[in-house]
């Protein structure tokens, strides 16, 4: 364990290796207790490094070695010297040379699931971002690739399944009941897309022809009894593989592609080429045992891994302050690839929620950072929501510039560029300029700046000039980010973004108006992309006779809290008219969102529970809304996604000042529980209008109408009544699917109650031998606004239920608390904080991945009252002050703490 204070590593510092290695022959010999790996590596000094006569220094961790080999030399004690972490080979060596090392690991105590590891079906590798190094002495850098065999010894009855990147070349039984196998990857790849498993797994195989005429084995491993759930996984590989063929023309290029299911996991899923590890949450479904949001979650992350075939592997990035070259660009298409596969509409809403709750929480707090950043102290901090979902976002504006087409040439341009090659963000920007012929050197300010921009927009019209004019400004204060390199004495240019305004203009009947800007001849269409590059710029629409409604940013078409002062009347306008599906649902999150800040004032005043604050005309808005559904053309799915109020972590977001969450608790139970009260009928109606007697699909048609069936029942759970409590539980006995149980299991554990208590144990008696629906019955309890939740969740850490060594479990148990229960988490007793600080000490010696993303709960501290900031911080020096803090905690805690 580290006990050193973090250094930080800067992108200006950048050099190119001062050795290549060409080829990687690794040799694993799995015992009990302990593993021996023999490697042989042949280097070659680079001749474009800084210094050409430099010694050899290779990274390992946990890792002893029992001897080093020159060119089949065994070297001396003087010729190398080990120096904690680092190798450093002394020896006069060669232009070209072959390295041979035996090391020694021990996989079986690997608790950080880093490097090899053993889980409970057999080992498992994780490498990205540098638990090559946990594996064998390496030159552990993603610049440095190479050509990889890897030769697995095992014990046959135990782990039957040897499996390495690339295709099998050999196997064969040993004496005392082993066996080997023998894989090569054909690809030069980085040391972080290696992979290998030896263990005790079931199989499901299938095959692919690919549009040349090429057959590809499809492969899905599972533990032993899971098939039955891994068939949807399947289907979604295969779905994943024609889709990159139709839409950017990329074929796979192996002869055999895998996924490999292991339930202790740090991350959701690993593109190790050819041979990717995913958690198995990502895999196994059925429709018993997984949700309509699961179904859809494993399309999205089967596509992901399989998406970084190309954009990720083919190409991959030069250093680790480029992550979001492959992860922003990967995102972005395995969020085409979810409109295309399921409604286009709900897919682009529940994106930008994640982004709302995740990353502008992110760039607002301790840990804000661009896209790429300019310095990291551990990298496995900056696996953020910020170069993963905004860069998406701002793949998704490069698209939404240059136009389908010239993204599509860009990315052939890229590929032709850089095959093969670990490149930088910049190259990926020069191929979309290139192709497109726009100049986007201003555009890659969102690589270098930090945080969210604001748009402010203003309109006018001029009714005897029939004209319409938008005045934008952009503001882009400096964050945490910006601060810290300012407090080091060096400057910080900050300027204007470029980014696409994408709108259209409604009439007083919702009619979409024709759109000509001053200067063009005629109009161009109903929407239009704006060219936003200045601080401050002024569109003006001719020909508009009457004053319109603005619909702005449509698609959500730039990463910005967008300021327009929307009239409730025309907010409901929108809701009802907009041919933007995004747009009708952000026009009635923004009139919620103004009904709940009017509610948190007064509940902040004591007058909340008088509900003067609601106005009479909402209530009519949400039955329209309801009652949409079911006319011709309407999206059950669209509408339960607006029938859901902003969720309290995007109120706190909101709040400008001193945040009160029992405040914003309040008022948005308050104003559901008007709702319901209000709309009990068409809720009811809508309900029982909406059941499914077909049998399941998580196709979107029937998921969407589940969606808003559910949404209807959570409402009326709200009357708190013997009714409503006998309709929840109704469904909950009588559930044929995953979702309509865990439906009813949400809607019953808000309370205190005896039928709370009745189903959570049935729940757990029928779903205790299956691990993650077991994390559904965690989660559904330490997400509940119930009073005692923050009894019942430390009552759980001693839960035959619970195990703090699984990532999992400590995210459905401890993260789900901490991170989505904003009233217990901020308690004002400060129990919350106490809870998260020793979750984070007790995580942080076994594994400190997952410490650090509890210890990110802390991120907003300084948002809330002086008491509820003395309790946070009193935790947060507890973290830092203890012995042996790992860089992972230290970083971010020492962050939060400078904030």
């Not at 007697?693 to 808003?708: C, E, F, I, T, V």
């Not at 997400?783 to 923050?790: M, P, Q, V």
């Not at 900031?869 to 970083?891: F, K, M, P, Y």
Request: glycine residues 6%; negative net charge.
């Amino acid at each position: 364990m580290r006990t050193d204070t973090p250094q930080a590593i800067h992108l200006k510092d950048y050099t190119p290796p001062a050795f290549l290695i060409d080829t990687v022959d690794l040799d694993i010999a799995i015992g009990d207790g302990q593993t021996v790996v023999t490697a042989a590596l042949k280097c070659q000094r680079n001749p474009a490094a800084a210094d050409l006569n430099c010694s050899l220094v290779l990274s390992g961790e946990e890792v002893k070695l029992e001897s080093i080999r020159v060119d089949g030399r065994l070297l001396g004690a003087g010729e190398y010297v080990l120096s904690g972490d680092r190798l450093l080979v002394h020896a006069e060596l060669p232009e070209s040379f072959t390295l041979n090392t035996v090391s020694t690991i021990d996989p079986d105590s690997n608790t950080q699931l880093s490097g090899l590891y053993r889980s409970k079906d057999g080992y498992f590798t994780q490498c990205e971002a540098e638990g090559f190094r946990r594996i064998t002495w390496f030159l552990d850098r993603p610049d440095v690739m190479a050509k990889y065999t890897v030769t697995i010894h095992a014990d046959k009855a135990k782990f039957p399944v040897l499996l390495g990147n690339g295709n099998p070349v050999a196997a064969g039984d040993e004496e005392g009941g082993r066996h080997w196998a023998k894989w090569e990857d054909p690809f030069r790849k980085p040391s972080y897309l290696f992979a290998m498993v030896a263990a005790k797994l079931d199989m499901l195989e299938d095959w692919y022809t690919t549009t040349s005429g090429r057959k590809v084995r499809c492969a899905v491993y599972v533990e032993p009894g899971k098939l039955d759930q891994c068939g949807h996984a399947m289907e979604a590989l295969k779905k994943s593989m024609k889709w990159d063929e139709d839409v950017f023309g990329l074929e796979m290029d192996l002869d055999h592609y895998m996924i490999v299911a292991v339930g202790d996991f740090n991350m959701g899923a690993m593109e190790n080429k050819g041979l990717n590890i995913f958690n198995t949450k990502y895999v196994l479904a059925r429709p018993d045992t997984a949700t309509d949001i699961d179904f859809q979650n494993i399309d999205r992350v089967v596509a992901h891994e399989y998406f970084h075939n190309w954009t990720g592997n083919r190409v991959t990035c030069r250093d680790w302050f480029q992550l979001s070259l492959k992860e922003g660009l990967t995102v972005f298409r395995d969020q085409q690839f979810g409109m295309d596969m399921h409604s286009a509409g709900v897919t682009r809403i529940q994106e930008v929620r994640t982004l709302r709750t995740a990353q502008f929480p992110e760039d607002a707090g301790p840990m804000a950072h661009p896209i790429r950043p300019a310095s990291y102290a551990e990298i496995n901090n900056f696996y953020s929501a910020t170069v993963y979902e905004k860069g998406a976002e701002v793949i998704r504006m490069i698209h939404t510039l240059i136009g389908k087409d010239a993204f599509r040439k860009g990315m052939d341009l890229y590929f032709e560029r850089h095959d093969g090659q670990a490149v930088t963000c910049e190259d990926f920007v020069a191929a979309m300029q290139d192709a497109s012929g726009l100049d986007l050197s201003q555009f890659k300010r969102w690589y270098n700046q930090a945080g969210t921009p604001k748009l402010i927009v203003r309109s006018s019209h001029d009714a005897a000039a029939k004209r319409f004019t938008l005045e934008v400004e952009q503001q882009y204060p400096a964050t945490a980010y910006e601060k810290r390199i300012e407090a080091s004495g060096k400057p910080v240019a900050r300027g204007a973004y470029h980014l696409p305004l994408v709108l259209g203009l409604l009439d007083a009947q919702g009619k979409e108006l024709p759109l000509r800007l001053s200067g063009e001849a005629a109009a161009c269409g109903t929407q239009r992309v704006l060219s936003v590059t200045q601080d401050r710029q002024q569109f003006v629409f001719e020909d508009i006779a009457d004053a319109p409604v603005p619909s702005l940013l449509r698609g959500y078409s730039a990463p910005v809290i967008l300021d327009y002062p929307y009239t409730a009347a025309e907010l409901t306008h929108l809701m009802a008219h907009d041919s933007d599906a995004f747009n009708r649902w952000e026009a009635g999150q923004r009139l919620a969102g103004e009904v709940l800040t009017a509610g948190i004032a007064a509940y902040q005043a004591g007058t909340g529970d008088d509900l003067a604050w609601i106005p009479t005309s909402y209530a009519d808005a949400i039955r329209t809304l309801l009652s949409s559904a079911f006319a011709p053309g309407g999206d059950p799915a669209l509408v339960a996604e607006a029938l859901a109020l902003p969720s309290e972590v995007v109120l706190i977001e909101a709040t400008e000042g001193t945040v009160d969450p029992d405040a914003i608790a309040a008022a948005r139970l308050a104003l559901r529980r008007h709702l319901a009260d209000a709309l009990k009928g068409p809720l009811a109606a809508a309900y029982h209008e909406l059941k499914i007697d077909a049998p399941y699909s998580p196709d979107a048609k029937q998921a969407g109408a589940r969606a808003l069936r559910n949404a209807c029942l959570a409402y009326l759970a709200e009357i708190d009544d013997e009714a409503s409590r006998a309709l929840v539980m109704a469904q909950f006995d009588s559930a044929n699917n995953m979702t309509d149980s865990m439906a009813a299991l949400s809607a019953i554990v808000q309370f205190e109650v005896a039928e709370r208590d009745i189903a959570l144990e049935r729940f757990l008696a029928k779903w205790k031998d299956e691990a993650l629906v077991v994390d559904k019955w965690l989660q559904v309890q330490s997400t509940s606004r119930a009073a005692d939740t923050g009894k019942r969740v430390r009552n759980l850490l001693t839960h035959s239920a619970f195990d703090i060594k699984n990532p999992n479990k400590v995210y459905a148990l401890i993260r789900a608390f901490c991170a989505a229960n904003p009233k217990h988490f901020h308690a004002a007793d400060g129990s919350g904080y106490a809870f998260a600080a020793d979750a984070v000490l007790q995580l942080d010696g076994m594994n400190p991945q997952v410490a650090s993303r509890i210890a990110r709960s802390f991120d907003r501290w300084r948002k809330f009252d002086t008491h509820r900031q003395s309790l946070a911080r009193t935790q947060l020096a507890r973290i830092q002050s203890h012995n042996g803090l790992s860089r992972d905690v230290a970083e971010v805690v020492g962050k939060a703490l400078e904030a």
